[in-house]
């Protein structure tokens, strides 16, 4: 590929040649804005609609038994995505579970996951974490009887730099943690971590490696079950387009499928085929299914179901993350170019330390050039200074990029 260029030409030609083009005509646009977002919440796939009336219509028609009759059976209507999504993961179906939202699955998962003793009994986080997380360790660590100050511990930043190095959070980990827990991709900095590495130093030092996905799943490679991960979990409606609040999913390794591990139980957790003895011992279902624990809101998985049969359609992956390198990497580009008196790109520019979130670190009037902005451009700010941009490879465009750096001169003129 030649060279990036500053012009309009260069980033119609880009969109000439781009194999994803096709995709973008499969999910509603919002009007009159560049939506860079999906880092946030991804947009609406065309089909949503169709698949979530069908779900109404057999309600309508058959009332309950819709659960085991009708265009779609409801009762294993999870099960027959998680294929899908087992793909984009890199994992086996029988790893996944679709359920819940992210922060009740990760409860339900440090149940059996996160087993202090008093030799090993801290947490290991990135600093920066994402606040849910951070409440929901702290609150298991005071569950389990333990001080949070000196069992939850941050891998911070060197001086002077905005992202963590990966030989500083291996050294950082030792015996005496119980549980690493780490973002995919941090939300705050857009920086993409070295799972497998993480994971890797620490099942050496004895520890249970878990991982939040919520910004990586839908946007950087996952090969979960190759690296050895032992759990994750995950939301789906950022860069998959599942909807606001939509159903979240997780992932168990199968290594821990014969283990006694402690886990809270419900009557979906059990196998389908004895659901309905209504026996008083559950008998429960294999693999990461087994994690589940309440009926699923068959609403979520039809807007589910919508966004996981575009990702379908996208045989190579592969092609998805040339175009998100070369997406970002022009923004990146493009954005350096106008000079930074006013701001700071603190997502790394290696392009296996970062997916498709560039954060903007403002050095003044962040907030009014923020609110300028967003006039004309869907982007979001974090506190205390941060304008994180997004671009998709499914559904945004070079031109859009250009246009947002010319947006971007504008308003910081």
Known sequence: MKEFERSLEFAKEMDLVDPLAKYRTMFHYPKSVIYFCGNSLGIQPKTARTEIETILKTWEEIGVEGWFHGSSNWLDM??????????IIGAKPEEVSIMNSLTVNLHLLLVSFYRPT?????????????????YALKSQIRFHGYDVNGSLLEVKAKAGEATLRTEDIIEAIDESFALVLFSGVNYLTGQAFDMEAITKAGHEKGCIIGFDLAHAVGNIPLELHKWNVDFAVFCNYKYLNAGPGGISACFVHERHFEKDLHRFEGWWGGKRESMFLMEPDINPAYGAEGWQVSTHPVLLLASLKAALDIWDQL??????????ELLTGYLEYL??????????????SKTNERGCQ??????????????????????DWREPNIIRVAPHPLYNTFEEVYSFSEILAEVIK
Not at 78 to 87: G, P, T, Y
Not at 361 to 379: A, D, H, P, Q, S
Request: proline share 5%; glycine share 2%.
């Open 335 to 348: 954005i350096k170019e106008l000079g930074p008196e006013n701001y700071q790109i603190i997502t790394p």
């Open 118 to 134: 008093p030799e090993r009994y801290r947490i290991l986080i990135e600093e920066h974490t994402f606040p849910s997380d951070e």
């Open 78 to 87: 999870s099960n027959d995505l998680v294929k899908s999504m087992a793909r």
């Open 315 to 324: 045989k190579d992956l592969s092609l998805f993350h040339q175009k998100r």
């Open 358 to 379: 560039l954060s903007i670190r403002t050095l003044k009037n962040g907030k009014k050039l923020f609110n300028t902005l967003i006039e004309r451009v869907t982007v």
